[in-house]
């Protein structure tokens, strides 16, 4: 096993944290592992990155479900618009970008905009991460029509990310139901897991016809390898300052933005 493998299975382990402790952020790092590290395309990746969220974010969300800690009102609230803009944007405009196409005498692939749209979803995770230790010093409001819109308008932004780029949205999950709906930081982390999991397995079935292409070796010892982090990260989630962590994680994420970013341009000018 090469290298780059070992690696990409070692940060499996980081992705399950990430996720056990806040949440979010973890499932944003899984479209680049599998597509630097084990070397799958772009648009096949999402897939893969949408499975392994879909199995992480249920488990995770078994026991707040079963034990009452997910308010599965408010949920709907979020889910339901957040489902439309998934399928939506699996089935029509995924697949509504060329595989090639060409502005000026530059030729730009789908694989190529899919990086560049995912770099700057991590930059924005990676800021909102860092400002939301201040934004969730907030106490509790009471629901209005403002607030439904807002959580509303919320879903389907994240259902739009979960369907270009594979990534969960926990970022805007879990602020959204803090500042708009009041919920506490760890009822909405419960929640936020629960809504990944949901919109990743609904992502995942609206293309399913494309699941032959998965390496399910790899696929399967990867996810497995987050279920694990999954666990250490729910263990310690009330023994750590969880907003703090994601402040400095927010950083972690930014660096491998502008390297994704960087990556991306150098490759799109010497094309």
């Known amino acids: 096993m090469e290298l780059l493998f070992i690696i990409g299975f070692l940060l499996a382990i980081l992705v399950g944290l990430s ?11 899984t479209l680049p592992i599998f597509v630097y590290l084990f070397h799958i395309e772009p648009q096949y ?12 974010a249920l488990i995770g969300s078994v026991e707040p479900v079963t034990k009452g800690k997910v ?27 060329p595989a090639q ?6 030729s730009i692939s789908r694989n190529h905009v899919i990086m560049l749209l995912f770099s700057f979803v991590i930059l924005v995770s990676a800021l909102a991460m860092i400002r939301r230790r201040k934004q969730l010093e907030v106490s509790a409001v009471m629901l209005h029509i403002s607030q439904v819109l807002k959580i509303i ?17 926990g970022f805007i999950i879990v602020p959204s ?22 919109n990743a397995s609904f992502g995942l079935g609206a293309n399913y016809q494309l699941l032959n ?4 070796p790899i696929l399967l010892i990867f996810t497995l390898i987050t279920l694990i982090g999954l666990q250490i990260g729910s263990k310690w989630k009330d023994r750590l300052e969880v907003v703090r962590l994601q402040g400095l994680f927010g950083y972690f994420l930014m660096s491998i933005g502008i390297l994704i970013l960087t990556f991306e341009v ?3 000018v010497n094309h």
């Open 177 to 198: 139901l803090v500042l708009l709906l009041g919920i506490p930081l760890k009822q909405a982390i419960a929640t936020s897991l629960f809504i990944i999991g949901l």
């Open 45 to 56: 990746a999402l897939d893969y990155s949408l499975f392994s969220i879909g199995v992480l």
């Open 101 to 106: 196409f060409h502005i000026a005498e530059l």
């Open 153 to 169: 308008t919320a879903g389907l932004l994240v259902g739009i990310m979960t369907g270009l780029v594979g990534a969960g949205g």
């Open 19 to 29: 996720m056990g402790l806040m949440g979010s952020g973890g499932s944003i790092l």
């Open 71 to 97: 308010d599965l009102k408010t949920t709907a609230i979020f889910l339901i618009p957040s489902l439309v803009s998934v399928y939506l944007t699996k089935r029509h405009l995924l697949t509504a970008i």
């Open 266 to 268: 150098i490759q799109f």
């Open 213 to 216: 292409h998965m390496n399910w």
